[in-house]
């Protein structure tokens, strides 16, 4: 079974509204954390906000925040007021137990913000 | 400015070739990792190494080597042995190995090609 799940390939959202990257996650063990990536078209990978198994509250951090649902196995990133500077790749990431190094990655959502 | 140096950023290989991507990070950081990426995919690890002179395989090692002989440096090796090179490869690095926030940090990646 996939350990992270992006179902959205490809996302439009225009100039300044809002928009939700869905990412589901498959574990069993109570300890692991979520991790959001942006990978703009020049390729390197922006770390953008960190989700614990325990933390009480959804992440944030700026114009992203997480909607994090537990028994759902969800972690949806959202980006308020969206910019042009935001087109790029979306990557959610699991850290799984106590391997601080085995991170598993989805296949990402390409989001375009429309002018 | 502290970051993660990987070189060359485009590299050819030809058939029954080793070649070698680099990988400097001066962040002092403890763990480092090697990244494929295939079009639409999300990251595969190849390799990890949490130490100087020790480092273990990850889900796709098979075809690749690499060594640690110094913190700041993790050279990977794609072999001849590796029928399907042709990737993007992203190097990257964590803080600590028992840190669980810590997220990892990218280089701007190497894109291989088969000549």
């Known amino acids: 079974a996939q350990k992270i799940t992006q179902t959205q390939p490809g996302m439009f959202v225009q100039e300044k509204e809002a928009v939700t990257l869905d990412c589901t996650y498959d574990t069993s063990d109570p300890s692991y954390g979520l991790f959001w990536y942006k990978q703009p078209s020049s390729g390197e990978m922006i770390f953008l906000i960190y989700?614990?198994?325990?933390?009480?509250q959804n992440a944030t951090e700026g114009r992203y925040s997480l909607n994090f649902q537990k028994a759902r196995k969800s972690a949806n990133l959202v980006i308020s007021a969206s910019q042009l500077g935001d087109s790029a790749m979306y990557f959610c990431?699991?850290?799984?137990?106590?391997?601080?190094?085995?991170?598993?990655f989805g296949s990402g959502t390409k989001l375009n913000v429309k002018p | 400015d502290g970051g993660i140096t990987q070189s060359p950023k485009y590299l050819f290989r030809k058939e029954g070739q080793n070649v070698t991507l680099s990988c400097e990070q001066n962040?002092?950081?403890?763990?480092m990792y090697w990244y494929r990426q295939d079009p639409g995919q999300g990251l595969r690890l190849i390799y990890y190494s949490q130490i100087v002179n020790d480092f273990q395989k990850g889900d796709i090692a098979e075809g690749y080597s690499v060594s640690r002989e110094k913190k700041e440096s993790f050279p990977l090796t794609v072999t001849s042995a590796q029928k399907n090179p042709t990737a993007f490869y992203l190097c990257?690095?964590?803080?600590?190995?028992?840190?669980?926030?810590?997220?990892?940090?990218f280089g701007d990646g190497t894109r291989l090609s088969i000549l």
């Open positions: 990431a699991m850290r799984e137990g106590d391997n601080f190094n085995k991170f598993y």
């Open positions: 990257a690095s964590r803080r600590g190995t028992g840190i669980s926030n810590q997220p990892q940090h």
């Open positions: 989700q614990g198994s325990y933390d009480q």
């Open positions: 962040l002092n950081h403890d763990a």
